[in-house]
């Protein structure tokens, strides 16, 4: 165990205080009881077995798609879950030896577990789709009924009918029904994937173009840890909101408090909102208004330029495009990104604070004094959020920020970032091989409902599509696991109803999941999954996590509810049925597949115990990273010759010949821009859209919230108790509409409108909504979301290079509602 980054100055009060302001909604729930009642005239009836009356504790863990992986103690009394609790840590004083305690979503997996909308049983539509009838089958019905719809569609249109759905519900699961299921496909024939995630497509979509690539030259990420903050003074994070979205004992809250205690930097936070990290890390809050974040950094950049602060010489030597002398041959006089600041290229603007004042609500006062303090700082980490490039001009103002540290030459050295999330260490764990997919073709991971519209429409050059320049043959069979995707995560539901409500097009949809979702309200086959505590796996701290990386065995607490089998255990009767049995299980078991893939794992990690040890015992192994190792492009600031980019250049390109050329090829619809420089964009349904805002005056943002985890626990009371969702409004707006705090509100535009309590609350800037995105969607008679979804109300036009989700980007007007 690696405690060399163990704080020195660490002050275990401050931090407990600290602790108590983030985790006071987890402490709240412990109060909470399970009603007696509550879910048990679901559970199957009991059957005795050994070990009758004796408490036994299994470890599991939540595995849902917050970045973090919390192993979970599972309490258990004659196969019923009796508590939650979490793993003891070996000394919580210490970073790198601390308990990796759950949130409040982890310690709701008993409600979660025995919760009345559960699936039960296997079910096939009999109402029409999307109406959410349907009848029980057997498990052999059901698998034969999967088997034929495959080979049907296979046999008539081929396997680039078969699109393989985005679904994070079991992202930290590893043998997890996600591979298994593209492992049989991939027997089969293949599928279409899809690239980019709804999280994070533009941002990692665009840092290829300034940075090379999303990794650095060693295959790590392209991210400094945020225990790098130890060595810094000043941290700004846009859009960044660690204190909600990174809640775990194991993950990034915990590392940045610990970073934080050490160094006592100053916490800049530029959002909309006031979030819950500007309480926690006792920050300055400036709010923004959405989608205005590049004009915010070229104004600060406009400062430099006119201070004198810009280090002419160290941009000469790390850049290409910051002025005429370093743009690539044969780009257009002008069109560097110094020119654009001064207001010498196309446009003619110079970006003063003044000119930004009016597009971002920030004074110029303050965006002065911002230039300012990251300039005087030694060392500033500079980060982002993925909600702001989650816009529809996201590419441009991720780069934007991530261009900020390089202008100011905080990158490559201790304490600073180069404006990125900021990395995280993966515990190294073998998975079950899914085998190779012999069809190349992906589309973008938000152009889905297009790819059945109207899939052979759909080109590499209007619709990113990758590995052909088109898709012959549109969608005709939807897999769909562990996915809340296509009834309430996706973007416009009222006309993503429409394209799925239409059978001639997608042929098949397969739904499986463990509770009826307003996805599953598609199926026309639904099959129910067993939840994490009724399986076992193998599995390491997830994606996001931070510099501590550990290994967890999960181990079936109780066996599975109602009919629910394992997804492998099914997964091999329809390969059996398909005749690719022995090339799908290659003779193993589930349980086999996870003792290989110990073994695997062991084997390039002897120290670890042998697997018959590992029983019981949850976090086999914790790691610390030495964060000294992962500072962003230390490699190249150091030797830039030597350790050059995979840039054309081998430079940061601020100006990217590759982006002006893929403007010029590509077919872009006529409002879309794309520029070879981070400069700031107008969006349709932005700040300066005149006649949308005339119509809908209100800018709406989503945001994460405590009480769910995107859609997964969004149904549970108890949480909708503890963290209530809402819609903020300034009280200057909501005076103008005569709201008041707690009224039930209409959010509306031309896309849907939906119900929500209103939070009328100064820590959201005036002109601006934000709804928690991820509540479940359920329309009343009207069409009314009365689930207050806020994907009713957003929009399916995609960004201009990732053709990602610009959830962030709406316009909507609310009203005070009369029943
Ligand atoms: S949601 Fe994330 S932080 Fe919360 S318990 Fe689950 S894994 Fe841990």
Redesign the pocket.
């Known amino acids: 165990m690696d405690n060399t980054n163990k704080p020195q100055n660490f002050s275990r009060r401050n931090f407990l205080q600290k602790s108590l302001l983030v985790g006071g909604a987890a402490a709240l729930m412990n109060k909470f009881t399970m009603p007696l009642a509550y879910g048990q005239a679901d559970l199957p009836a009991k059957v005795p077995f050994a070990g009758e009356n004796q408490e036994t504790i299994s470890y599991s863990?939540?595995l849902?798609n917050?970045g973090?992986?919390?192993p979970l103690k599972v309490h258990v009394k004659n196969d019923i879950i009796t508590k939650i609790s979490s793993e003891d840590g070996i000394n919580d004083a210490i970073f790198g030896q601390h308990q990796i305690r759950?949130?409040?979503?982890?310690?709701a997996v008993r409600w979660r577990t025995y919760n009345p909308e559960r699936l039960k049983f296997p079910m096939l539509r009999v109402g029409k789709r999307g109406e959410g009838k349907f009848k029980r089958i057997s498990w052999d019905e059901a698998t034969d009924i999967l088997a034929s719809k495959l080979r049907h569609t296979i046999d008539t249109y081929g396997n680039e009918a078969i699109f393989y759905q985005y679904g994070s519900g079991t992202t930290?699961a590893n043998l997890s029904g996600r591979g298994m299921s593209k492992r049989l496909l991939n027997t089969l024939g293949g599928f279409v994937d899809y690239h980019g995630t709804y999280s994070d497509a533009q941002i990692m979509t665009i840092q290829p173009y300034l940075f090379g690539s999303t990794n650095n030259n060693y295959g790590t990420q392209l991210q400094s840890l945020f225990d790098q903050i130890k060595h810094s003074d000043l941290v700004v994070m846009f859009g960044q909101n660690i204190a909600e979205t990174r809640?775990?004992g194991g993950?990034q809250v915990t590392e940045l408090y610990h970073a934080l205690a050490e160094s006592n930097a100053k916490v800049i936070i530029i959002d909309p909102r006031c979030n819950d990290s500007v309480v926690a890390y006792n920050a300055d809050w400036i709010p923004i208004r959405p989608g205005t974040d590049a004009a915010l950094v070229a104004a600060i950049s406009y400062t430099l330029i006119q201070e004198n602060r810009i280090d002419e010489e160290m941009l000469a030597k790390y850049c290409v495009g910051w002025d005429s002398q370093s743009l690539p041959e044969g780009a257009p006089l002008n069109s560097d990104y110094k020119s654009y600041i001064l207001g010498l290229g196309k446009d003619n603007v110079a970006k003063t604070p003044e000119w930004a004042e009016k597009l971002t609500g920030i004074s110029a006062q303050r965006i002065r004094q911002l230039a300012l303090e990251i300039s005087d700082a030694k060392a500033a980490w500079i980060s982002q959020g993925w909600g702001v490039q989650r816009t529809q001009t996201g590419e441009h103002a991720a780069r934007a920020i991530m261009t900020l540290p390089i202008m100011t030459g905080h990158f490559g050295r201790p304490g600073t970032n180069i404006g990125t999330w900021g990395g995280s260490v993966a515990y190294p764990v073998a998975g079950m091989p899914t085998l190779s997919n012999p069809v190349k073709v992906t589309i973008p991971v938000f152009m889905w409902t297009k790819a059945i519209d109207d899939g052979e429409s759909l080109t590499a050059k209007n619709a990113f599509i990758k590995g052909k320049d088109k898709l012959d043959v549109g969608i005709k069979f939807l897999w769909n696991y562990a996915s809340n995707v296509i009834g309430n995560q996706h973007a416009d539901l009222n006309k993503t109803h429409q394209i799925l409500a239409d059978e001639s097009k997608c042929e098949f949809i397969l739904v499986w999941d463990t509770h009826m979702t307003a996805s599953a309200k598609y199926a026309d086959l639904l099959l129910p999954d067993v939840s994490g505590v009724e399986t076992s796996d193998l599995i390491n701290n997830s994606y996001q996590s931070g510099a501590y990386n550990y290994l967890i065995r999960m181990q079936a607490a109780i066996k599975p509810l109602w009919e629910n089998r394992i997804t492998y255990d099914v997964l091999t009767d329809v390969a059996e049925k398909l005749n690719v049995k022995d090339a799908f299980t290659e003779g193993k078991s589930y349980q086999d597949w996870i003792e290989l893939c110990y073994e695997q794992t062991r084997a390039n990690n002897p120290d670890l115990p042998t697997f018959t040890k590992t029983d019981g015992q949850g976090v086999i192994d914790r790691r610390l990273a030495d964060s000294n190792e992962h500072i962003a492009l230390k490699d190249f600031r150091d030797d830039p010759i030597n350790q050059p980019l995979k840039t054309p250049s081998g430079k940061i390109e601020l100006y990217s010949q590759t982006l002006a050329n893929i403007a010029s090829d590509w077919e872009l619809d006529e409002k879309d821009k794309l520029y070879p420089i981070p400069a700031y964009l107008p969006a349709i349904e932005g700040v300066e859209d005149v006649a949308g805002l005339e119509k809908y005056p209100l800018q709406l943002t989503g945001y994460h919230t405590k009480g769910h985890?995107h859609s997964s626990y969004a149904n549970l009371p108890q949480l909708k108790e503890a963290s209530a969702d809402a819609v903020w409004i300034n009280p200057i707006d909501a005076e103008k509409r005569q709201i008041k705090h707690g009224q039930l509100v209409e959010v509306y535009n031309d896309r849907g409108r939906l119900y929500l309590p209103a939070k009328v609350t100064p820590r959201i800037i005036p002109g601006v909504l934000a709804i928690p995105q991820g509540a479940w969607a359920k329309t009343n008679k009207d069409g009314v979301d009365i689930g207050g979804c806020i994907n009713r109300l957003t929009s399916q036009r995609p960004t201009v290079l990732a053709k990602g989700n610009p959830q962030h980007t709406n316009l909507v007007d609310v009203k005070l509602l009369s029943l």
């Open positions: 863990a939540c849902v917050c973090s992986r919390c759950p949130c409040l979503r982890g310690r930290g809640m775990s993950g985890c």
